[in-house]
């Protein structure tokens, strides 16, 4: 799987592992569950049968799809970039 930050670091780009020709915007901070953002995902998956899980009343259980999960492992080394690239105060080389 492959994905890229899309138009703000929490909204990444994930492509699909059947179609690479197809993909799915994962937003990282919908659905707190309890303590935790959940996220969302476009794909049919998540739309059709975990939100509505997600969605039940009294609910405490996270529920993602493969594409959800790719982007919260990933998220942080591509934010990070993303902020390195947009963010002119960033130096280019680590400095001690």
């Not at 994905?3 to 929490?10: H, L, N, R």
């Amino acid at each position: 799987m492959k994905g890229k930050v899309w138009d703000s670091p929490t909204r990444i780009m994930v492509e699909s592992e059947s179609d690479s020709n197809d993909a799915y915007l994962v937003e990282l901070t919908d659905y707190p569950v309890g303590e935790v953002l959940n996220g969302s995902c476009q794909c049919k998956h998540f739309v059709c049968k975990l939100k509505p899980l997600l969605l039940k009343p009294g609910n405490t259980v996270t529920r993602r799809c493969k594409h959800l999960l790719w982007a919260r492992e990933h998220a942080l080394d591509m934010i990070l970039h993303h902020f390195k690239k947009h963010d002119k105060n960033l130096h280019d080389e680590a400095t001690i």
